[in-house]
């Protein structure tokens, strides 16, 4: 059974920092591209950021310089470090694992964690 459970999300003030987990099994960790995409409140779907299967990142304009996106494949775990964090970072962080093979796409989504930046 594929699993990905986020936890590390919570109340923090602006400024303060959290640092979000994934935890994957059931799949090949090291063969899928993850990343991070957040659901505001009363709002769609948004892409925060994507790391490769080796190793390359990338960011949304809006959190580069504050978040950082880093995967640890002996604990099968992604990590978003969120540093300097704003009212607008308020969300649903989800995970996600995709790999491209011939015939569509796989694709696999966690539960969620709620961030909410909030003085």
């Known amino acids: 059974e594929v699993r990905l459970v986020e936890s590390g999300g919570g109340l923090v003030q602006p400024g303060g920092s959290l640092r979000l987990s994934c935890t994957a099994s059931?799949?090949?960790?090291?063969?899928?591209?993850m990343k991070w995409v957040r659901q505001a409140p009363g709002k769609g779907l948004e892409w925060v950021s994507s790391?490769?299967?080796?190793?390359?990142?990338f960011y949304t304009d809006s959190v580069k310089g504050r978040f950082t996106i880093s995967r640890d494949n002996a604990k099968s775990t992604l990590y978003l470090q969120m540093n300097n964090l704003k009212p607008e970072d308020t969300a649903v962080y989800y995970c996600n694992a995709a790999k491209s093979r011939p015939g569509g796409t796989l694709d696999y989504w966690g539960q969620g964690t709620q961030v909410t930046v909030s003085s």
């Open positions: 059931g799949f090949t960790f090291t063969s899928y591209g």
């Open positions: 790391i490769s299967a080796d190793d390359y990142t």
